[in-house]
């Protein structure tokens, strides 16, 4: 890799560092091509992406970006896992090493905060930006439906006050 290389490896990782809503970083030594594939399939799924990028210029591309804190999880085999949604690439991560013991999650960033193993796994609890987009929907949603509800309850009310009148009447 020539020295042009290398800058634009740490102007792309600068970038990544700077637009993801989380970082985790894991060891992923022993895992097969088909495991490292199978990752980045559930990554994309996910909307999540797997980069692996050598520890110095990952540290480099780090200086000055918010979460710098996590240059101390780069040694030996390092793998990153991003996304913009700030839940996306830790459930991918959890599920992954779940499956795969050869696939040991350090830690990682989200945003400023510095996570550790732990907090990484939190995060993985999180709901995610759909899930939650979904639940406020039916918050809103449920009112609405309960007024309809009532506004027509009493028309149906009358409804059967009269069909029973009139039950009576024909009696």
Known sequence: MDRAQKEKVVEELGQIFESSGVVVVAHYEGLTVAEMQDLRGRA??????????????????????????????MTGMTVLTFSEDPVAAAKVVEDF?????????????????ALDRAGVESVSKMPSREE??????????????????????PASNIASILSTIEDKAAA
Do not use: T, Y
């Open 132 to 153: 939650l987009i979904a639940s406020i929907v039916g918050c809103i949603g449920a009112p609405a439906s309960n007024i309809a509800g009532a506004i027509g309850a």
């Open 44 to 73: 994309r799924d996910a909307g999540a992406s797997v980069r692996v990028a050598k520890n110095r210029l990952a540290k480099i591309a780090l200086e000055g970006k918010p979460c710098e804190s996590i240059a101390s999880f």
């Open 97 to 113: 090493a779940k499956d795969n013991k050869k696939f040991e999650i350090l830690g990682g960033a989200m945003g400023e905060n």
